[in-house]
């Protein structure tokens, strides 16, 4: 036990994982030094030894066996409810190696007046940044994408959802939502905002609880001080999941704006992919397919895998 007042719920959802555990499990004791926590794995039917690697690894874990491919938000919402008293909630995927003090540093964030959401600085596995601030979902933001590419739009917050100056990234710094390999929530938060919208099934589940949690006076914080490494999934190299991710975005912008501004930002988003597709890029034509799909509005966007492993 540590003398710290605060415990936090470590929550991990796995689909076919087992290949990610050792590394993920090995970085929380060092990752999370001072803290007292208690994780908790929730499996979505994985077909490996992601289960049995678990509870060999980390036996003193609570496991939940979902018996089906749930979906990541159903997954992280039956591990909170499973976990054990906890004062935040830090969600993790797989794909995710603590770095040493990291949830010292994100407790301290949190603990900011009117923080819900605390992230830390992301790296790839070969030490490069991860662009993971994001700013809201906008017609012109999509559009600047098209045209500009995400990277270059992003460096003008009019223009682009993902922050991509490197500068924005050497300062602690509130931001709209964040990728969501990496999120300390704060109790309080969870209590007023969750669970998050199974409705999505993968991709933007994070963005809507984040933009929800703005909307009741949370912000998300970023803090530099804290570091995790991410290796990231292939929902750029897989049509299925870039089809999916796409037409979330839709779907999240619908629940936020009227039936015209949906469309706009529809036709914003077709022009991008359409753009990629000319290039023969599959996943964009797969997101092409998806976006003129009678289906696209669908109330179920499942069943696809939940977040891939890297």
């Not at 415990?7 to 689909?15: D, F, K, L, M, S």
């Not at 994780?39 to 690697?53: F, K, P, R, W, Y």
């Not at 969750?194 to 099934?201: C, G």
Request: hydrophobic share 45%; aromatic share 6%; charged share 25%.
């Amino acid at each position: 036990m540590s003398g710290s007042d605060e415990t936090i719920a470590v929550v991990v959802v796995t689909y076919n994982s087992e290949r990610l555990l050792a590394d993920l499990i090995a970085s929380l004791r060092p990752g999370l030094e001072g803290i007292d926590w208690h994780l908790t794995v929730v499996d979505n039917a994985s077909a490996d030894g992601t289960v049995d690697t678990v509870r060999r690894l980390a036996p003193t874990a609570t496991v939940v066996e979902m018996g089906r491919n749930a979906g990541y938000a159903a997954g992280i919402n039956a591990g909170v409810a499973a976990a054990e008293p906890h004062s935040a909630v830090l969600v993790l995927n797989p794909d995710v190696r603590l770095g040493a003090g990291c949830g010292c540093e994100l407790l301290k964030v949190l603990r900011t007046p009117g923080t819900g959401i605390a992230v830390p600085r992301l790296v790839d596995g070969d030490g490069e940044l991860i662009f993971t601030m994001r700013r809201e979902p906008s017609i012109p933001r999509t559009l600047g994408d098209a045209v500009l590419g995400a990277e270059r739009a992003g460096r003008y917050p009019a223009l682009g959802e993902t922050v991509t100056d490197h500068r924005h990234y050497a300062n602690e710094a509130i931001t709209a939502w964040a990728e969501g390999s990496t999120l300390l929530i704060g109790a309080e938060c969870w209590r007023r905002c969750a669970p998050w919208e199974e409705y999505f099934f993968l991709y933007s589940e994070e963005t809507d609880f984040a933009l929800r949690a703005r909307d009741a006076g949370f912000v998300t914080r970023f803090t530099p001080a804290a570091e995790a490494v991410h290796l990231e999934g292939d929902s750029r190299q897989s049509p299925g999941l870039w089809a999916l991710l796409t037409l979330n975005r839709v779907r999240l912008y619908r629940r936020r704006h009227g039936r015209l501004a949906t469309a706009a930002f529809w036709a914003a988003l077709l022009v991008r992919e359409l753009s990629r597709a000319l290039l023969r890029r599959r996943p964009s034509q797969a997101a092409v397919r998806a976006l003129l799909s009678p289906a696209r509005f669908r109330e179920t966007p499942g069943p696809h895998s939940v977040r891939p492993a890297a």
